[in-house]
């Protein structure tokens, strides 16, 4: 059973506008998620991540948004930029559970 | 400050033999983690240690992957008689947070088994 998924396996986004990756979760266990952005041959970096007593989290042009009712989450990059072409994995961990869940990831390309 | 090391960052084997996967933590971190990604997956939990003890091994999918940390530093993933199905790519991450938080990834092994 996919706990984390992410329906978009990819979005295509104009530079300098909005890029919005979505993630849905089925575990309502999860008590903290977190982005992760992946380059070919590297391995996954942190990104931003957010606890469920919040319903938004901003870094920079980095905004992740938790909707715990719809147990969904978002990854809003504003404005995007060539440089956030990658691979973006939504995780979630909690419920004693001491490992992150992973979806299946949604390939970004950001066009000039 | 090094990141997380991993080699060799590519193995290639044969069906049935024996490989060994060395990863080497941010220093100081007591949390060590082994995940493995498939082509056009996420990474998918294998197994996790807490200092010398493996805290939780349930991603691990059969008795032939077994995996090490003697020293609560180094960790080395064995796999045992490999199949064609193995091959991965195999992430190491290492954590000083609460578990289950902020994990660093190391560039991971490609393993290709022919």
């Known amino acids: 059973d996919q706990q984390v998924k992410q329906n978009s396996p990819s979005l295509s986004v104009q530079e300098g506008r909005i890029s919005i990756l979505n993630c849905d979760y089925t575990n309502s266990m999860f008590d903290y998620f977190l982005w992760y952005k992946k380059y070919p041959a590297e391995g996954p970096t942190f990104l931003i991540s957010i606890s469920s007593i919040k319903d938004k989290n901003e870094d920079g042009r980095f905004t992740v948004f938790l909707n715990k009712s719809a147990k969904h989450l978002s990854l809003h990059i504003v404005p995007s930029q060539p440089g956030d072409s990658a691979v973006y994995f939504c995780a979630a961990s909690g419920g004693g559970a001491q490992k992150l869940v992973f979806g299946q990831g949604t390939r970004l390309t950001i066009n000039p | 400050g090094a990141g997380v090391s991993q080699t060799p960052s590519n193995k290639v084997t044969e069906k049935g033999k024996y490989v060994e996967l060395r990863c080497d933590p941010i220093?100081?971190?007591?949390?060590l983690y082994w995940y493995r990604q498939s082509l056009g997956q996420g990474p998918e939990f294998l197994i996790y240690?807490?200092?010398?003890?493996?805290?939780?091994d349930s991603g691990l999918p059969n008795d032939r992957f077994f995996a090490v940390r003697p020293e609560g530093s180094v960790s080395t993933l064995k796999i045992q008689r490999t199949e064609r199905g193995d091959s991965a790519v195999y992430l190491c991450a290492s954590s000083a947070y609460r578990a289950g938080e902020k994990l660093f990834f190391g560039s991971g092994t490609q393993l290709s088994v022919l």
């Open positions: 220093s100081g971190h007591t949390a």
């Open positions: 240690f807490q200092g010398t003890g493996a805290a939780d």
